[in-house]
């Protein structure tokens, strides 16, 4: 089965510093990955998403994604964040080879201080 | 795209009840979800709800306690059966469409 690792689990940044968020998978196969957010209070929201071609994917509010196939790593980044990203976000695998469900890392908690 | 909603939003209840919680996606999907995110963690799959026939059940998850149906490819309902308060918890459906997965925005579950 899937495993999804997310090493960080709570990140406290100053507003306008740079964000990477680690995200690895267990899949050596053909995978879709994705990287979701939940702000307080709300349900999820899907960020970006890789399926397949340029490595590097470009999501909503200036995220982005680099997809490692060599590292299984699919790391999340904002070269400058803001108060309004504070929330929890979760890195998510689809193993198209299998059961077709997503398995979800455990989430990483950013907390922006204005 | 589809559009997911589910029924009840939250709900209290009491220990040793039931409660059956309903997800409506506005076209055909291909696969219906139901996972649980318990508080400060990551989400769980349940099941995969199958149409017509029994749900596919994960480890750690038994039929009795958490039946669910699929008479259609729009329609599912999930119950969580003889409460307690480790149940409490938000109860998420997630459809399938092609390659896209929508979300449904959850049942905050709270068992006292």
């Known amino acids: 089965a899937q495993s999804v690792s997310q090493h960080n689990h709570h990140v406290i940044l100053s507003e306008a510093a740079s964000l990477e968020l680690g995200c690895n998978y267990s899949?050596?196969?053909?995978?879709?990955l994705f990287w979701y957010v939940q702000y307080p209070g709300q349900h999820l929201q899907l960020l970006l998403k890789?399926?397949?071609?340029?490595?590097l994917v470009k999501g909503i509010k200036g995220f982005e994604a680099e997809f490692i196939k060599s590292k299984f790593s699919f790391n999340l980044r904002k070269p400058s964040v803001q108060w309004s990203d504070t929330a929890e976000y979760f890195c998510?695998?689809?193993?198209?080879?299998?059961?077709?469900?997503?398995?979800f890392g455990t989430g990483t908690r950013l907390t922006v201080i204005p | 795209s589809a559009v997911i909603s589910q029924k009840p939003s939250r709900d209290i209840c009491q220990r040793g009840t039931s409660l059956t919680i309903q997800c409506q996606v506005d076209s055909q999907v291909t696969m219906m979800f139901w996972y649980r995110q318990q508080p400060g963690q990551s989400l769980t799959l349940i099941a995969t709800a199958n149409q017509g026939s029994e749900a596919t059940y994960e480890s750690g998850f038994v039929i009795d306690k958490f039946p669910i149906s699929r008479p259609n490819l729009t329609f599912s309902t999930l119950t969580v059966s003889n409460m307690s308060p480790e149940d409490s918890s938000i109860y998420l459906c997630i459809a399938k469409m092609g390659a896209e997965q929508f979300f449904g925005p959850g049942t905050r579950l709270t068992v006292l």
């Open positions: 890789y399926f397949s071609g340029d490595p």
């Open positions: 899949y050596g196969g053909t995978v879709n």
């Open positions: 998510a695998v689809l193993d198209q080879t299998g059961a077709n469900n997503l398995f």
